[in-house]
């Protein structure tokens, strides 16, 4: 595998030395890093799409993939062109054979694919490059682009190994890296909101919060109003299921809104690309609907918080419905299910779990984490078969989701084949 495959390594100084023997590509387009614990990947959508109907030519970084690594990058929607893994291979190779010093400290996966991606945006001219972080912010690859602004998202407990064991560390990790014109930010308790001022005050960026300087008005049925301190966005559309989307696409119209006033984009233009992106906009894997007969719903949510925004939805959809309701679920091996399942206990009937390998739990941690005595469980060979068994439960009035990590996603796609149109949507 190429890189230090699954290793997190934080520092910079590896992605400095990638990027600086590509020639430094990230001082050729203008940038914005979206950081945060949950959401940063939607709003990386969003914001993508807005800005493609504002006329501009860009470029869109996320992780993890589901399918295939070409998914992590896209110019104006369309999937990156090479052979990801391959090209990553030779800029090791060719990397290591200049400056065999890294030899004893080897590029990450994560840090050769940042580089091969902004080297990518580069080749192509994009105008604006869109990039989610991957761990953290301050000591993330992607913290040494980013020369308009920042983007930060909710924010909660998650990664502690590395990034702190409070939420106060946690959140100082992600902003380390704002250093542009603006950062605009989900709302924030008082005591956090103020950690996030006085690193705007440093570094002289001009800060927008969500509930105080914006906002959103949910109508129903996807449509919202938005509104700022100068602007009224009335009846916008978002196609995108759940009601934690309304969030993200209102952050991601207040980034737009600060983009649109340093690039000094039209208001008029602005204003249609924003109700047009948000409207547009196709997620996968966020609270996507897959099925509608049997009803299935496919959520790549893996951590505390994302438990409780599902189960928010949940709550909902059974009390319309009054529904059977299973969860078929993997988690990676250094993950504890526990809080996940826990949280989601009142709106489940049966939890089926399958394993996948080595980088998920197995079937022992069912028993180290005495899950059968916690919530109503079965434990499937693979994933075909926990389906099957799922649907035979629920039935065809039933709803079962998916979730607990990409991993889920990736062995629903391969299963029922579904993906390469939807990935070539964005």
């Known amino acids: 595998m190429t890189g230090s495959a699954g290793i997190i390594k934080p520092g910079l100084e590896r992605i400095f030395i990638l990027l600086k023997y590509l020639g430094n590509p990230q001082e050729k387009f203008s940038s914005i890093r979206i950081a ?7 709003t990386a959508y969003f914001l993508n799409s807005v800005l493609i109907k504002t006329g501009a030519t860009t470029g869109l970084y996320t992780s993890p993939h589901i399918r295939k690594p070409e998914e992590r990058i896209r110019v104006s929607n369309a999937l990156y062109e090479g052979d990801l893994l391959h ?23 994560f840090e050769l694919a940042t580089a091969v991606a902004l080297d990518y945006f580069r080749q ?80 002289g960026c ?88 049997p009803l299935v719903l496919l959520d790549v949510g893996h951590n505390y918080l994302s438990s409780w925004t599902l189960r928010h939805e949940l709550v909902k959809m ?7 309701t299973v969860c078929v679920f993997t988690m990676m091996r250094n993950r504890n299910p526990v809080p996940f399942l826990k949280s989601l206990l009142g709106v489940t ?46 039935g065809r009035a039933g709803l079962v989701f998916l979730t607990g990590s990409f991993v889920t996603a990736e062995n629903y796609y391969t299963f029922t084949d579904s993906y390469e149109a939807l990935a070539q949507k964005g």
């Open 36 to 42: 945060g614990t949950n959401g940063k990947g939607s």
């Open 206 to 293: 001009h800060l927008s919060v969500l509930g105080r300087n914006f906002f959103f008005e949910k109508l129903g049925n996807g449509a919202f109003n938005f509104t700022s301190n100068s602007v009224t966005l009335k009846k916008l559309w978002k196609t995108s299921p759940g009601d934690f989307q309304y969030r993200n696409a209102a952050i991601a119209a207040a980034a737009a809104l600060k983009l649109g006033d340093h690039c000094r984009i039209e208001f008029e233009k602005l204003s249609t690309a924003i109700r047009e992106g948000i409207k547009q906009t196709c997620i996968p894997a966020r609270f996507e609907m897959v099925s509608n007969d």
């Open 87 to 109: 090209d990553m291979g030779e800029l090791e190779k060719s990397v290591l054979s200049s400056l065999p010093k890294l030899l004893r400290d080897r590029p990450t996966f």
């Open 124 to 203: 192509k001219r994009v105008d604006v490059a869109v990039l989610e972080t991957g761990l953290g912010g301050r000591l993330d690859a992607t913290a040494i682009a980013g020369n308009i602004g920042d983007v930060l998202t909710d924010v909660s407990l998650d990664h502690t190994e590395y990034l702190g064991n409070s939420i106060e560390e946690i959140l100082l990790e992600k902003i380390g890296h704002v250093k542009g014109m603006f950062l605009v930010s989900s709302s924030l308790p008082h005591y956090l909101g103020n950690l996030v001022k006085n690193r705007c005050k440093k570094t």
């Open 318 to 324: 059974r009390r319309e419905n009054g529904h059977k």
């Open 349 to 394: 009937d049966l939890f089926i779990f399958f394993p996948c390998g080595e980088r998920t739990l197995g079937k022992k941690d069912i028993d180290r984490y005495a899950l059968r005595q916690i919530v109503p469980l079965e434990v499937a060979d693979d994933f075909p078969s926990a389906y099957k068994t799922a649907i035979d439960f629920s």
